[in-house]
């Protein structure tokens, strides 16, 4: 098989690297001397078009920076204001909420979830008792993903209807006995902090957080951009071996689990408040030491490399580890389009945020290779190294799906005519799911009826349909029909990827999936 090289993108990305604007944002600190210069050769490899990073040590902005293009299609060049989808970043500011709550004596820790959401309804009636909001925060609930790391599901239904719908929803894992991650739970975090404070989490998160810590750029929703604000980076995803622009997708219905946009100037406000003294923010206290203590506490176990690595961990909203023998905080992000690290060392008062608009494993690179700047540790080519490691992993997951292609069996028909096929099929959780015949004979699926969710079938082999979404950052996935008694569909059975091998190489395949059966009703 080709490899496939990762090329740079066009004269376009050359032109905003090599803009004056990205030379605007802070002076370079003599001891990042040349990392602008290094990002900017080094993310043309990954196929990146616009990127920023935000450097804060000893209380200080000592680097924010913006480099590439807001979009292939947009050159305005990206600087530190500019904004991105930080995505699963966003769950330590939704703990910060709640710790504000805290602090104010208005709920605790280990308040359990159904004393302020009487509505709130699992599959174990003993499990919906007993669940407490510290379970929530740190993944131990049982409960994983519904359709995936997209995380968009009845893209026009309300948090609450999300959340009511997790009552049908089988654990991965039983209660308390494992980390499973989980974005629903953290909007439950959301509509708790709603109901104890009397606002919604947007309003709390933008009254409560950004306005304290001057985070003007940062909103909750897509849907509160600046109608004339024309520095907002646009989406891109790898698709079919290029990197192109996507649809810029809400992520509102799980909103406290992924959806704030914000600069890294914004992030790096953030993160002033977690280093130095905890909880404080340009000499004024947000949050008591006690909340920050336990927001940074090892809560529950996510594993460990090897025997002789250490043990990493969760807090609330933070992955707990440990680089070079320094202990770290930090969280990833990603949605479409968007990649975003965030770490703290608190050792050397130290914390960094990378964004990206295109999701590439490159921002880990740029964290390790300050942290070594800073700690003046031996100098290693991480860049070198991750995009070695990738270019392996890209060719083995690529393999494996063409062993899925070649597995195709073409000559094999489907049991049922197109005709046969339509009709509406139900599922307790997932909801409606329609199959119809178009003008032209091709045959659609759309989900829940809201006339975005839809996607085109294509014959696979036997009963079985690869399904295209008409948006292409959510790629595909397969379909499969099975026979009743009377030799009619009786069933829909759809494979959610939860977490694909490798989304540049596609949605399949994948370690981690749910099928889901669809009843066939009648009309």
Not at 31 to 52: V, Y
Request: proline share 5%; aromatic share 10%; charged share 20%.
């Amino acid at each position: 098989m080709k490899r496939q090289l990762l090329l740079p993108i066009t004269a376009l990305l050359m032109l905003g690297c090599t803009s004056e604007k990205a030379y605007s944002d802070t002076p370079e600190p003599e001891i990042l001397s040349g990392l602008s210069a290094q990002i900017e050769a080094e993310m043309k490899d990954w196929h990146i078009p616009g990127m920023a990073v935000a450097v804060v040590h000893q209380d200080e902005i000592i680097f924010a920076r913006g480099f590439g293009v807001l979009g292939l299609n947009n050159p305005q060049p990206v600087n530190a204001d500019t904004l991105f989808g930080v995505a699963s970043t966003s769950k330590s500011m939704t703990a910060a909420t709640l710790a504000m709550l805290v602090d104010q004596g208005k709920v605790n820790w280990d308040d359990r979830v159904v004393d302020h959401l009487p509505w709130f309804e699992l599959s174990d009636p003993w499990v919906t008792r007993e669940v407490r909001i510290k379970d929530l925060l740190i993944h131990r609930v049982g409960v994983g993903r519904m359709t995936g790391n997209r995380i968009q599901f009845m893209p026009t239904a309300t948090r609450e209807m999300v959340i009511r719908s997790m009552r049908y929803h089988e654990f991965e894992q039983p209660f308390r006995s494992a980390y499973v991650y989980s974005n629903v739970m953290y909007s439950v975090v959301g509509e708790i902090v709603a109901a104890v404070s009397g606002q919604s989490w947007d309003d709390f998160m933008a009254e409560h957080l950004f306005r304290p810590l001057n985070m003007t750029r940062s909103n909750t929703s897509i849907t509160q951009f600046n109608p004339g604000d024309n520095n907002i980076s646009d989406p891109h995803q790898w698709i079919d071996g290029e990197v192109v622009t996507i649809e810029r997708r809400n992520f509102d219905n799980v909103g406290p689990s992924a959806s704030v946009n914000t600069s890294v100037r914004d992030m790096a406000q953030w993160i002033r408040l977690q280093l130095g003294e905890p909880g404080v923010y340009q000499g004024e206290r947000l949050l008591s030491e006690r909340v920050m203590r336990d927001m940074h506490h090892p809560h529950i176990a996510t594993g460990r490399a090897n025997r002789e690595a250490t043990v990493n961990a969760y807090g609330y909203g933070w992955q707990l580890g440990n680089y070079q023998g320094f202990a770290t905080s930090r969280h990833g992000g990603a949605t479409d389009g968007f990649n975003t690290q965030k770490v703290l060392v608190p050792e050397l008062d130290l914390g960094i945020v990378v964004v990206t608009n295109t999701f590439s494993n490159y921002g880990g690179a740029v964290v390790n290779t300050i942290i070594d700047r800073i700690a003046e540790l031996e100098p290693r080519d991480w860049h070198s190294e991750m995009l070695e490691s990738y270019q392996t992993r890209y060719d083995q997951v690529m393999a494996e799906r063409e062993a899925i292609h070649d597995a195709r069996q073409t000559d094999a028909p489907s049991s049922f005519t197109a005709e046969q096929l339509t009709g509406h099929y139900t599922h307790p959780q997932y909801g409606t799911a329609r199959v119809t015949v178009e003008d032209d004979g091709a045959l659609t699926l759309a989900f829940w009826d809201d006339g975005v969710s839809t996607l085109r079938l294509e014959h696979w082999h036997y009963d079985t349909w690869r399904a295209h979404w008409h948006n292409r950052a959510q790629r595909e996935k397969f379909i499969h029909f099975t026979k009743g008694r009377d030799g009619e569909p009786a069933a829909l059975e759809v494979t959610w990827t939860l977490r694909p091998a490798l989304l540049q190489v596609g949605i399949y395949p994948t370690p981690y999936y749910r099928n889901t059966q669809f009843l066939r009703v009648e009309e």
